[in-house]
């Protein structure tokens, strides 16, 4: 089993390297007077990280589901499934009807059991129905005001106003809908607060940026992708699953090196003498990402860990990053009339396309393969590999988010 594990990661990684390729070939199309053989090896250089990454992943789960998974059916893996989404007030009824299905004898039965209770999981009869239509409604008088506010005031924020509300309602309502009762969330209050607070800033920067210039445009893909980053980051900083939960360290060293991040922009952005500066903190992103990684899964002797502490990092680092360039970008533009991203001439329109492409989109693209690859480093020869996986699984089951 060993043997297909390590072959598997061969296919895992070559998936991995031709979507990002593809990426690339999409965002960045080669060029008339473009050599076509150097871009193709720029390519296929660019993608190594991800294929590495996705090799040591796909090995790790490999690993987990060899011991985990080993003589269990089809109708008990659908309700480990689906047991693993439930919020920790349904974590016992997940345990009882994990147990009850070892009882039931017969394929059919067995099919029917685990279906039942995975639909029982995903939608549960006595969720807060009242709750949640309540909050639906909410949520959907909410959308259309912030159409009719935003609309009258700042109109080219007008999409992104009623996307984002609209899907960071939905999650709201979806949450709240699964569980039996409301409750605050259970993990660090200063992830919340920097969560809550890094989605606020790039809300006000990007309104600020589009007020300024009235020639300035938040276009369709830009408002779309905005609303939809932005909410992510808002679901795993205030609600994430509870594979990100825990380990506290990972949590306090990410949020700590996604404001360093932050911090560094802010000074290479302000101390710059010629712009063109985006290299400068992507490099950093990715170095810090791996280095946070890898120190994080020594310490703590978890590879999981080390990846909970990436995606940390790189979740914080985003959110506290947009709002620093975009506003360092308008004060660049207006004192030097070029671009901050490359010092070439720019207009005042490009600051937040600037930030949704590299600051939220590029560089967590660019840094969580490091990451990845930074917890398989850090943990080499502290732990064994399937001992932790199966720790991590234990804990996340056991322990309240």
Known sequence: MKRVGLWGAIPAALVAGAAF??????????????????????????????????????????????????????????????????????????????????????????????????????????????????????????????????????????????????????????????????????????????????????????????????????????????????????????APPRAMTTNRMARRVGLGAGVVLAVLLFVVARFSAEGGIIFAPVTATVTVVFGVAAYVAATTQSFAAGLQATVWTVTTSALLSFGVWVFEAMRWFDAHGTSLLDGDRGSAAGHIHEGVIWILIAGPLLALPFGVIGAAIGGVGTYNLRADILGAVARSTDRPA
């Open 21 to 238: 390729m593809a990426l690339q070939t999409w965002s960045s199309p080669r060029g008339e007077d473009e050599d076509p053989v150097g871009y193709t090896i720029g390519q296929v250089v660019m993608s190594g990280p991800w294929m590495l990454a996705a090799a040591i992943l796909w090995y790790a789960w490999w690993r987990w589901a060899g011991v985990r998974l080993s003589g269990v059916d089809a109708p008990e893996r659908l309700l480990a499934a689906a047991v693993a989404t439930l919020p920790a007030e349904r974590r016992d009824w997940g345990t009882a009807m994990t147990a009850e299905l070892a009882e039931v004898s017969g394929a059919h039965e067995r099919w029917r059991f685990a279906t039942g209770c995975a639909r029982t999981a995903l939608f549960p009869p006595r969720g807060n129905r009242l709750a949640a239509v309540l909050a639906a409604l909410a949520v959907g008088a909410l959308a259309v005001g912030a159409g009719y506010a935003v609309g009258a005031a700042l109109p080219s924020m007008l999409l992104f106003a009623v996307v984002f509300v609209s899907l960071a309602g939905a999650v709201a309502v979806l949450g709240v809908a699964r569980s039996w009762r409301v409750r605050r969330p259970g993990h660090s209050p200063a992830v919340i607060v920097v969560g809550l607070l890094g989605a606020a800033v790039c809300v006000a920067v990007t309104a600020y940026d589009l007020s300024a210039d009235r020639t300035a445009v938040l276009g369709t893909a830009q408002a779309v992708w905005l609303a939809i980053l932005l909410t992510a980051a808002l679901w795993l900083t205030v």
